[in-house]
């Protein structure tokens, strides 16, 4: 299968072709070889799929359940809502996830969550990329001075993380891999956290883990362990290349020296963070100057509402510059990296960039949309002025998902209807 986009328009703004061969990108430049299909895409500019390092789709469903509530209510509402859910509403929810994140031009998105063969079958029918995991909750004990660690618990959450990661890693064509997530310092025990670390270094996968998100997280951490998150994670050897800490909001300059020493990624999560109220921004000047590896992602919809990463990319670069008191940190360029070639990097994919040699995960847009002209900088209209309905056609391995912003994949109208029907017996 080979496909050649024609005359497309590249961030840089010059014009070129772009070759794709079994589902990676062959040549760039002037192309006049045949290939099976074309697309013509002159008057669109063409970007690497943007990457979501940091999301749990099904949660499409608790769109708007929880609003402009205290984190505490917000969580008690949420996880009451969690509790009744059902495999049927985990693949409705994870549907209409991946039909928003192909419509705002996200190729790739790595989720940890529950029932995640609800998950991965929907991944495997939309076409998208992920990295999925089954998301590890064994009650840990962040709260009290001495740890008591359910066993039981414990090991059967590792069983059915791993038991995922056998079932499912590779597949797809190979577009799913899978990950290791404890979820938290807060709601994993130390060994379970251990344990996850041992298993991610067993099958050389992704370990996903919410860090440093709140300040309280923070607290009680040092309450409990004498110690910050980053330091606490270091003594738990968990810290390493494998690792994608989410949000990374309240770290000191030293954990984030620390975590860039043991090349960890962080994935920041700007709207969700800026929501539920969180008080700050992650250190993202100082994790470039330690050379960290920065991605984005969007967490679920019940704290941002939207899956869009332009939105992302737009809120990211906003809260840095006005927390900051300086313009000039966050620039449109390395919000856009993070967004793309800093989320290949954190998930292990060689994605995230126009290349010979990547995979074709490629996003066209139309540039000619009346909020994208005059393109004195593409770069900018991207991260600052851009939204999903200028996304015109999506390309995953290689392969049209949608075209003409027609989702080819999917059946949009069925898909939106039967999520509107299960999220019906959920609420707050
Ligand atoms: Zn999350």
Same mark, same amino acid.
């Given at each position: ?5 024609k005359?497309?328009?590249l961030a840089s703004?010059?014009n ?11 040549k760039?430049g002037a ?5 099976d *299909? ?6 669109k500019?063409?970007i690497p799929?943007?990457i ?6 099904a ?8 609003e402009?509530?205290e ?6 509402? %949420?996880r009451?809502?969690?509790?009744l ?18 419509k705002?031009g996200?190729?790739?998105f790595?989720?940890?969550y529950?029932?995640m063969?609800? %998950? ?5 029918d939309?076409?998208? !990329? ?5 998301s ?10 001495? $740890?008591?660690v359910? $066993? ?5 959450e590792?069983s059915?993380?791993e038991?995922f990661v056998?079932d499912?890693?590779?597949?797809a064509?190979?577009r ?10 807060y709601?994993? @025990? ?5 344990k996850?670390a ?5 099958? @050389?996968c ?9 300040r309280? $997280?923070?607290?009680?951490?040092l309450?409990k362990?004498?110690a910050r ?6 003594s738990l050897?968990?810290?390493?290349q494998?690792l994608?800490?989410?949000h990374? %909001?309240?770290?000191?300059?030293e ?16 709207v969700?963070?800026m929501?539920?109220?969180?008080g ?24 941002n509402n939207s899956l869009?990463?332009?939105e992302?990319?737009?809120f990211?670069?906003?809260l840095q510059?006005?927390?900051r008191?300086?313009?000039?940190v ?5 919000v ?9 990097r954190a998930?292990?994919i060689n994605s995230? *960039?126009i290349?010979e040699?990547?995979l074709a ?7 000619k949309?009346?909020?994208?002209v005059?393109?004195h900088?593409?770069?900018?209209n991207?991260v ?6 200028n ?8 392969k049209?998902?949608m075209?003409e912003r027609?989702?080819?994949?999917m059946?949009?109208?069925?898909v939106?209807? !039967?999520?509107q029907?299960e999220?019906e017996?959920?609420?707050?």
């Amino acid at each position: 299968m080979s496909l050649l986009i024609k005359n497309a328009t590249l961030a840089s703004g010059k014009n070129a072709d772009v070759l794709i061969e079994g589902g990676s990108i062959s040549k760039i430049g002037a192309v006049s070889s045949r290939a099976d *299909e074309k697309i013509d895409a002159t008057g669109k500019i063409i970007i690497p799929g943007m990457i979501n390092t940091h999301t749990h789709a099904a949660m499409t469903l608790f769109r708007g359940i929880a609003e402009d509530m205290e984190l505490k209510g917000w969580l008690a509402a %949420v996880r009451k809502a969690e509790i009744l859910v059902t495999p049927p509403q985990i693949r409705a929810g994870s549907d209409l996830a991946a039909l928003e994140m192909i419509k705002s031009g996200t190729t790739c998105f790595s989720d940890m969550y529950f029932h995640m063969d609800e %998950v991965a079958a929907s991944v495997q029918d939309s076409g998208m !990329r992920a990295v999925l995991g089954y998301s590890m909750v064994d009650g840990g004990n962040a709260r009290g001075t001495r $740890e008591s660690v359910n $066993e039981k618990k414990m090991g059967s959450e590792l069983s059915i993380a791993e038991q995922f990661v056998k079932d499912w890693h590779g597949k797809a064509g190979g577009r799913i891999t899978c990950s290791i997530p404890p979820h938290s310092i807060y709601l994993c @025990s130390s060994p379970l956290i251990a344990k996850a670390a041992e298993l991610s270094k067993k099958y @050389s996968c992704v370990l996903h883990m919410h860090l440093s998100e709140t300040r309280k $997280e923070v607290f009680d951490c040092l309450e409990k362990t004498g110690a910050r998150p980053a330091y606490y994670l270091d003594s738990l050897g968990v810290l390493s290349q494998r690792l994608v800490a989410a949000h990374a %909001v309240w770290l000191t300059k030293e954990e984030v020296k620390l975590l860039a020493s043991k090349k960890v990624s962080a994935s920041l999560n700007p709207v969700s963070n800026m929501k539920l109220a969180g008080g700050s921004a992650a250190p993202m000047p100082e994790m470039g100057q330690s050379g960290m590896n920065i991605s984005l992602g969007t967490d679920g919809s019940a704290s941002n509402n939207s899956l869009s990463m332009f939105e992302t990319m737009k809120f990211c670069a906003l809260l840095q510059k006005n927390s900051r008191w300086n313009a000039t940190v966050a620039s449109a360029e390395s919000v856009f990296s993070a967004a793309t070639v800093g989320g290949a990097r954190a998930l292990g994919i060689n994605s995230g *960039e126009i290349a010979e040699g990547k995979l074709a995960d490629l996003v066209l847009l139309d540039k000619k949309a009346a909020n994208l002209v005059p393109a004195h900088s593409i770069l900018a209209n991207l991260v600052y002025s851009s939204h999903a309905g200028n996304v015109t056609d999506v390309i995953i391995d290689g392969k049209i998902v949608m075209q003409e912003r027609k989702v080819l994949t999917m059946d949009e109208e069925k898909v939106v209807q !039967r999520a509107q029907k299960e999220a019906e017996g959920l609420s707050a």
